[in-house]
């Protein structure tokens, strides 16, 4: 496919626009702050008793500040402790810019990252690679120039997609967007936010992907545009049959929504994966070991789980990180 869908979600790279500058001069000037609480930790569980411990490695985990981040970063600091390290917690940065400025910098020596966020907005590239491997083969090969190594990217993909009531999926038996031309006309109604609906690679040109283009098989009056908070609520109270979602977003489970299967690969790729620097790495080789298990958990059902807990239920992340590595067998 040669279309160009080169937007980020807003959460994944908040503060991106401005922040570079700004991001850099702050981390050059005064520092990082480190993670407000204490995050809690135990020793290593059966699935990773094998692990060779770290004694004392030093490993500084940054992340950015929304929900999902902030619990993978937890989850690696808990881990990380767990396993004997000597852990400098700078989770919760401002800004994928200054979380990715940190790391480069050398101020971080881990994080985790996806890998179309990379592609496309940290290495400059407008054409995103379809296969989850050789997109993961690409970043890391181009990202070991700046010192930093990726390990085994997770199952779980943080993109964009569309969902439906599961009531409304089974009433017209839609289980992909190319299930989409079975709707009626009149019932293909969509939520989108504005930035998407009037995007030259958004909305229309998936619609035309999928062989449905708006105006003729969608009409326009068809297509509410909403702040993207609203849109799940929207589509579960049926303004809108069909919403525009981030695919690891925890109200997907809370509102017992389906995600439409993206098919035809037309939205970009962002599969999570544990970032090193390679210095660290090199000094600490089992760090691949330990964080390899970890990944192959971290499917979007686990993490629609785990960011619902936080905020819908309104847990704290490092709890949240905790508790889901002690039930894994991660740690005890």
């Not at 085994?152 to 289980?175: L, R, S, W």
């Not at 799940?232 to 489970?253: H, P, Q, S």
């Amino acid at each position: 496919m040669t279309h160009k869908l080169i937007r980020t979600p807003r959460a994944r790279l908040a503060g991106v626009a401005g922040a570079a500058a700004a991001g850099s001069l702050l981390l050059s000037s005064c520092g990082l702050g480190t993670s407000a609480g204490i995050s809690p930790s135990g020793e290593l569980g059966p699935k990773l008793a094998s692990v060779k411990k770290l004694d004392g490695a030093e490993i500084a985990v940054g992340s950015k500040q929304f929900t999902e981040q902030q619990i993978l970063g937890k989850i690696a600091v808990i881990l990380l402790q767990s396993a004997g390290g000597n852990v400098k917690d700078f989770t919760t940065i401002p800004g994928s810019a200054a979380a990715r400025e940190a790391q480069i910098q050398g101020q971080t020596t881990f994080s985790w990252e996806y890998t179309g966020t990379a592609w496309i907005t940290y290495m400059g590239h407008t054409k995103p690679i379809p296969d989850p491997r050789k997109q993961f083969d690409a970043v890391k090969a181009e990202d070991a120039k700046n010192g930093l190594t990726w390990l085994q990217y997770a199952p779980m993909n943080n993109t964009y997609g569309f969902a439906a009531k599961e009531a409304t999926a089974k009433k017209f038996n839609v289980k992909s967007l190319s299930d989409l031309k079975k709707v009626p006309k009149a019932q293909r109604t969509l939520c989108v936010d504005t930035e998407f609906a009037n995007r030259d690679d958004g909305l229309e040109p998936m619609l035309k992907a999928y062989g449905i283009p708006l105006g003729s098989e969608i009409p326009r009056n068809q297509i509410k545009k909403l702040e993207s908070g609203a849109i799940y609520a929207a589509t579960n109270n049926g303004l809108c049959n069909f919403g525009e979602v981030f695919t690891t977003d925890g109200r997907i489970k809370v509102l017992k929504l389906q995600v439409l299967a993206d098919d035809k690969k037309f939205f970009p790729l962002y599969n999570v994966a544990p970032v090193f620097s390679t210095e660290t790495l090199e000094k600490n080789p089992q760090l691949s070991d330990l964080f390899g298990p970890v990944s192959k958990k971290l499917t979007n059902e686990t993490m629609i789980e785990l960011n619902a807990k936080v905020d819908v239920d309104g847990e704290n992340p490092s709890d949240v990180a905790f508790h889901w590595l002690k039930r894994e067998g991660f740690i005890k």
